[in-house]
């Protein structure tokens, strides 16, 4: 079983910043890919960033592309979302996931196995 944990629920102005923490337990986090997803109200969830279990590749959402990072520190068992330059759209409720052992992140649900119980993120205009 793992558990995943997000921290870092705000609300921020449209141009500010905002990072978020996914606190992992109960599995080897260290050779599992991570993903963050979110899905805003009304919508499907959606791929935002995933970072390979090894942190050498990253990918993004072209929504979020020069303005989101990801990152992820394994000595903590922990995975980041530095998100800037923030604008109303990215309004949702954030979820972290952990996906492949040993292998790259990838955009869809079904590559994640276990997801964390999500925190709100608000923008206002």
């Known amino acids: 079983q793992v558990q995943l944990v997000e921290s870092g629920v705000g609300l921020v102005q449209a141009g500010g910043s905002l990072r978020l923490s996914c606190a992992a337990s109960g599995r080897t986090f260290s050779t599992s890919a991570m993903g963050w997803f979110r899905q805003a109200p009304g919508k499907e969830r959606e791929f935002v960033a995933g970072?390979?279990?090894?942190?050498?590749?990253?990918d993004y959402a072209n929504a979020v592309k020069g303005r989101f990072t990801i990152s992820r520190d394994n000595a903590k068992n922990t995975v980041y979302l530095q998100m800037n330059s923030l604008v109303p759209e990215d309004t949702a409720v954030y979820y972290c996931?952990?996906?492949?052992?040993?292998?790259?992140?990838?955009?869809?649900?079904?590559?994640?196995?276990?997801w964390g119980q999500g925190t709100q993120v608000t923008v206002s205009s």
């Open positions: 970072i390979m279990w090894n942190g050498g590749r990253t």
């Open positions: 996931a952990a996906g492949r052992t040993l292998g790259a992140a990838g955009r869809t649900l079904g590559e994640y196995d276990y």
